[in-house]
């Protein structure tokens, strides 16, 4: 069982439609959690992070962690084509080493 | 505030050559991370350095090592290079926070690509 798993996807939506990305890992001793977003041939830009149980909203994006469950999800809402990226899940389990996921690719159709 | 910098940023190599590559944190950053990303996947941590000291390390051969120095910068070092070793290798800074603790949030530099023939 690999420790960060996501759909590899890819996973296409129209824009302004809802963009649901999800993750789930294998450690519960997990602290916290993060989403990044990649662009094609850059490097990965942390655009949410979130350590306890619930939502947290930011902009157009809102996280989702629960810890029973050991699920982090990424919704973005009124998708746009610029979203268009790959998103990385990550956990860190504390010492020294955050995990992350293969990624979601996510295509916003115009 | 000058973000995580690393140089070079692309390179080509031949089997069984030497790279080092080189990366500065974010300005305030004390904790240095690599990462390998091949193609289509995640990043994968090769180790972690915090007080010019190696806290832990990935699963990666010992043909890989790394330095950190007293103004936090630091370089990676991966000796008889393999095709394999081809990827985009991340460099990220992070922090102890006030309350000694660490979160695990990770800032990334724009990353070196390697290429090995």
């Known amino acids: 069982q690999k420790e960060v798993e996501q759909n590899s996807g890819p996973l296409s939506v129209p824009e302004g439609a809802i963009a649901s990305l999800n993750c789930t890992y294998s450690?519960?001793?997990?602290?916290?959690f993060f989403w990044y977003r990649q662009y094609s041939g850059k490097s990965p830009e942390l655009i949410m992070s979130i350590y306890s149980n619930g939502d947290k909203e930011d902009g157009r994006f809102t996280a989702q962690l629960n810890k029973a469950s050991q699920y982090v999800s990424l919704l973005i809402r009124d998708s746009q084509p610029s979203d268009s990226a790959t998103y990385l899940c990550?956990?860190?389990?504390?010492?020294?080493?955050?995990?992350f996921g293969a990624g979601t690719r996510l295509f916003v159709k115009a | 505030d000058a973000g995580v910098t690393q140089s070079p940023t692309h390179l080509i190599k031949t089997r069984g050559q030497q790279v080092t590559l080189r990366c500065s944190p974010k300005?305030?950053?004390?904790?240095v991370s690599w990462y390998q990303q091949a193609l289509g996947q995640g990043p994968q941590f090769i180790f972690q350095?915090?007080?010019?000291?190696?806290?832990q390390r990935g699963n990666f051969p010992d043909r890989f090592s790394g330095h950190q120095f007293p103004n936090y910068s630091s370089e990676l070092n991966v000796n008889a290079l393999l095709l394999g070793d081809s990827a985009l290798y991340l460099c990220a800074s992070s922090l102890v926070g006030r309350s000694g603790r660490r979160t695990g949030e990770l800032f990334f530099g724009e990353g070196s690509r390697l290429t090995v023939l």
């Open positions: 450690d519960r001793v997990s602290q916290s």
């Open positions: 990550a956990v860190y389990t504390g010492g020294f080493k955050t995990i």
């Open positions: 300005s305030g950053h004390d904790t």
């Open positions: 350095y915090y007080e010019e000291e190696e806290r």
